[in-house]
């Protein structure tokens, strides 16, 4: 029997579960090279032929027949894009996502949970699967935040979330007094069905869409963030004292006359983490890490806890922080503000002269902040050796080298290991009391930032680790590797700037990627490739199981440094307690947990999606504002990434921007896939990713947050003043719906009401057609002037 037949009889098996490369392996027993070759060449062949297919997370599952398939209802997530189209998540983990055309969604909206029929393409895409919304089992959005437009007897709200195709129609006597062009939130009452729109009810009015600030906060709303605390967690920290008595020290380490100070930002009020050093007898060195004891104050079970978990994270955006839990607590006895006692948490660790941590404690005390440093400052002393500052804190310059020379032990170590240290620009948008950004200033990574990075990930690890042994509960920070088809399409991208990667992309350790790291340091395409690197990378988590963090290289990993801000954190700080302070855990109490903690992971991790989105948004959308003050301006910038459709140029300050293909005007130019380039026809001029251009700032589309740049020295085509070129063969310029969407005029007649209304509607089905051909000048009937002008005739 040959390899191929041997395949063939594993997969033919009733009992047949998807498998990996590694899995055909280990059940063939091929070890060699040339064995995992031909391994590969005969799974590639089965996959041509129709037997097997490659799922999403690389293994291979027998391929359904046709007619299976066209009558399989598969469940899943709706995952809704901008341009109209949808993508089926299913929720067997096995599934690859199923596509499905903007005319199939059949009024379904981004997070729905939805049957899909899935069935063979029949047009474009002829040959390849694609799904029908059946049927929707559950809706996700429940409100929307838009812009309230009137019109005589009802009102339309179009959703900001470009996702969302339906605008919501308001019913006369709903808008609570909203006007033209008000930013609301909206409440929906009823959902699509059959040709009506959704239906809703204006809930709270934000403000006028010029509003200073109105921006941000439809943002926040948006995305579903609270701003404001109820009253019995506000109630619940006012009651919390202010200052700490003697009765509450009892039974905690004593550790007010340590050396011990922390290390921040210039503008940070919630300090959640203390730092202590100090050199041992056997020429070790010893780390304290005093974490704030949150925990202590924030209950389990009680409104200020059950809060904490309902926001899981602090939200930073451009000009507010939304913090997890009140102010009273997070800048006030939480915080380990200088020259005051505070209760915390410590991770006490003895480290050798290679970085390994060789012993540790953890337990709960007292500390007493000498003094409260800032970044800036600390890198004054132990970076620039700044005489003045050095003097001016005489008293701690000596645990500041230290503290240096161990952050040194610790960041070798990692690198040892194989850390991939994902050194990528961060900007910071500077805006004025007004919302409006007057800088966009990059972040400082200083040794003083790796310095508390650094001691910071050893207790984290320290933490993990002593949990992990214990193989009790625990909730873990999670990094898994990157799936093997990710890395293989990084792979062929590095191959432009010569560099070849051996191997499959299965099973590879963080070593391998950091080498690519160390063979571009310093060279102009370094940030590209970093950047790339990380899109490869799957998204870290929080899980119940200890899983590894594959960024780091390490074997154990949690999140124990920041509970004024992750309520993850404060989960461990709660078990730390339980396990080791009040050694309270019986078996009634780790079956509890062992049930809440997968559920508290999911969660949290959702939680931190979802603020991580919100950062972005805000930081997307004051960054065009930005540009729209320099339009007209040259920079230089690096091409950060090429499409068919054009370039994108990312400057110096993080800002990105797209050449488009039209624009590009000296010559006609081809997009190549394997070289990630665009190459001239007539001069063969190449334009690739990491090439530095000279960009000028040609157009801003705030509400869009694009950016479009025109390379220098190449003259603009002649277009309609305002108009902009699509960003792909994928995107038309046509009003946000799906073809079966109707318009405002339609919703008037909420689903063929009277003569009048039909008329109405046959106008609406018109413009649908015409959207199905590309044909996009049609106009929603209260933004069309034509529309309006014959109107006022008729009246009159």
């Known amino acids: 029997m040959n390899l191929k037949q041997s395949i063939e009889e594993i997969i033919k098996q009733p009992d047949y579960e998807p498998m990996s490369v590694s899995d055909f392996q280990d059940a063939l027993g091929l070890n060699s090279a040339d064995s995992f070759r031909d391994l590969i060449k005969v799974l590639v062949e089965l996959e041509q032929t129709g037997l097997i297919q490659r799922t999403k997370t690389d293994r291979y599952q027998r391929k359904a027949s046709n007619n299976a398939k066209q009558s ?17 998540r299913p929720e067997e983990e096995d599934m690859d996502d199923i596509f499905i055309p903007p005319t199939k969604i059949n009024r379904a909206m981004d997070g729905d949970t939805v049957l899909v029929e899935v069935h063979q393409s029949k047009g474009e895409h002829k040959g390849k699967l694609e799904g029908e ?27 900001d979330d470009k996702r969302i195709m339906q605008d919501i129609f308001i019913p006369k006597g709903q808008n609570l007094g909203a006007v033209d062009g008000h930013k609301v939130l909206v409440q929906i009452t009823k959902y699509a069905d059959g040709t009506d729109n959704p239906e809703g009810i204006v809930s709270a009015i934000l403000g006028h869409k010029n509003d200073p600030g109105v921006d941000i906060l439809s943002i926040i709303y948006q995305h579903g963030i609270e701003i404001e605390f109820p009253d019995n967690v506000l109630a619940e920290a006012e009651a919390v004292p202010d200052h700490i008595e003697p009765s509450q020290i009892e039974g905690r380490r004593d550790l007010r006359d340590e050396l011990t100070i922390t290390i921040d930002g210039a503008d940070a009020k919630d300090l959640d983490d203390a730092i202590s050093v100090k050199k041992l007898s056997n020429g070790h060195t010893q780390l304290t890490v005093s974490i704030a004891d949150v925990s202590y104050y924030v209950t389990e079970d ?10 899981a994270t602090s939200v930073y955006l451009v000009d507010r922080v939304i913090p997890m839990i009140p102010h009273r607590l997070s800048n006030g006895i939480c915080s380990l503000n200088p020259q005051v006692d505070r209760l915390t948490l410590s991770c006490q660790m003895e480290i050798d002269e290679r970085g390994d941590v060789v012993g540790h404690e953890i337990f709960d005390s007292v500390i007493h902040s000498n003094y409260r440093m800032t970044y800036d400052e600390v890198n004054e002393i132990i970076t620039d050796q700044n005489t003045e500052t050095r003097n001016q804190y005489s008293e701690i310059t000596p645990m500041l080298d230290l503290a240096q020379d161990l952050s040194q032990r610790l960041i070798h170590m990692r690198r040892r290991r194989g850390e991939i240290d994902f050194d990528i620009n961060e900007a910071k948008v500077l805006v004025n009391e007004e919302g409006i950004p007057t800088d966009v200033e990059m972040r400082q990574r200083g040794e003083g930032e790796r310095l508390i990075e650094s001691f910071m990930l050893a207790a984290n690890e320290t933490i993990a680790e002593h949990f992990d042994r214990l193989e009790v509960p625990f909730i873990y920070r999670v990094h898994e590797q990157p799936k093997s088809e990710r890395l293989r399409q990084f792979f062929d991208f590095v191959t432009n700037f010569g560099l070849m990667i051996k191997g499959t992309g299965e099973d590879i350790h963080p070593s391998t990627l950091q080498k690519i ?17 990380l899109r490869s990378m799957q998204q870290a ?34 078990l730390i307690r339980k396990y080791i302070i009040e050694q309270s855990m019986d078996r009634k109490e780790r079956n509890k947990w062992e049930a809440l903690l997968p559920e508290i992971a999911e969660h949290t991790s959702q939680r931190e999606r979802r603020a991580i989105e919100a950062e972005r948004d805000t930081d997307e959308l004051k960054k065009a504002e930005y540009m729209v003050q320099h339009i007209g301006e040259e920079f230089e910038g690096i091409i950060s990434s090429v499409a068919n459709f054009g370039m994108f140029i990312e400057l110096p300050n993080t800002i990105e921007g797209m050449v488009h293909v039209s624009n590009m005007t000296d010559d006609y130019y081809h997009f190549d896939e394997r070289q990630m380039a665009m190459i001239g026809e007539r001069q063969a001029k190449v334009f690739r990713i990491g090439d530095p251009v000279q960009i000028k700032v040609i157009n801003v589309d705030v509400d869009e947050r694009m950016i479009d740049f025109q390379i220098v020295g190449m003259p603009i085509p002649n277009r309609d003043r305002g108009q902009r070129p699509s960003r792909g ?10 073809s079966s969407d109707k318009s405002k005029d339609d919703k008037n007649g909420k689903g063929g009401r009277g003569r009048t209304k039909q008329k109405q509607r046959k106008g609406k089905n018109k413009r649908q057609s015409d959207q199905s051909k590309g044909n996009t000048k049609h106009k929603p009937f209260y933004k069309d002037k034509n529309v309006k002008n014959k109107a006022r005739k008729k009246k009159k």
């Open 72 to 88: 399989k209802l598969i469940k899943g997530k709706l995952s809704q894009n901008k341009k109209g189209f949808a993508f089926l």
């Open 133 to 159: 919304v059946k049927t929707i089992e559950t809706h996700s959005v429940t409100q929307v935040v838009g812009t309230y437009s009137e019109a005589r007897h009802f009102g339309f709200v179009l959703p």
């Open 302 to 311: 009680s409104a200020l806890d059950k809060e904490a978990y309902s926001r």
């Open 517 to 533: 790291q160390q063979e571009v340091e310093g060279q102009p395409e370094q940030m590209v490739i970093s950047t790339m690197m």
């Open 541 to 574: 988590r929080y899980d119940d199981v200890n899983l590894g963090h594959f960024g780091l290289s390490a074997e154990y990993y949690t999140h124990f440094t920041s509970p004024i801000r992750r309520y993850p954190d404060l989960i461990v700080h709660r």
């Open 729 to 738: 063969k994928t995107i038309q310029a046509k009003p946000r719906g799906n």
